[in-house]
């Protein structure tokens, strides 16, 4: 059973960037699909971008183009790497993982068993 925890989080100024890490334990992040959710303060859980299977990436509409994610299997560890901040990024975001996902509920943040606990970007304008 996977342990995630989330660091990098911050307070930034639009446009800067962040690198956002969800280091692995108990279990290799390699088999998982690991995904990342944000949570602004009154709004739902929504997608932002998911490594599905270590091979596809897949990203919100919103955060196309400004997010990249990836992995480090070394280090057992996936990135979020944000550039072009804006406030309308600023969120708890989580990292999420399932080894049983399929890929029509990858956006689907009930369809991941795995989650950590957090990590707080603030963007200010």
């Known amino acids: 059973q996977v342990q995630l925890v989330e660091s990098g989080g911050g307070s930034v100024q639009a446009g800067d960037s962040l690198r956002l890490s969800c280091v692995g334990s108990?279990?290799?992040?390699?088999?998982?699909?690991v995904a990342w959710f944000r949570q602004a303060p009154g709004k739902e859980r929504e997608f932002v971008t998911t490594?599905?299977?270590?091979?596809?990436?897949y990203y919100a509409d919103s955060v196309k183009g400004r997010f990249t994610i990836s992995r480090d299997n070394a280090k057992n560890t996936v990135y979020l790497q944000m550039n072009s901040l804006k406030p309308e990024d600023t969120a708890v975001y989580y990292c999420?993982?399932?080894?049983?996902?399929?890929?029509?509920?990858?956006?689907?943040?009930?369809?991941?068993?795995?989650w950590g606990q957090g990590t707080q970007v603030t963007v200010s304008s």
């Open positions: 108990g279990g290799a992040l390699s088999a998982y699909t």
């Open positions: 999420a993982a399932s080894q049983t996902i399929i890929l029509s509920r990858v956006r689907n943040a009930d369809a991941y068993g795995y």
């Open positions: 490594s599905f299977r270590r091979t596809n990436t």
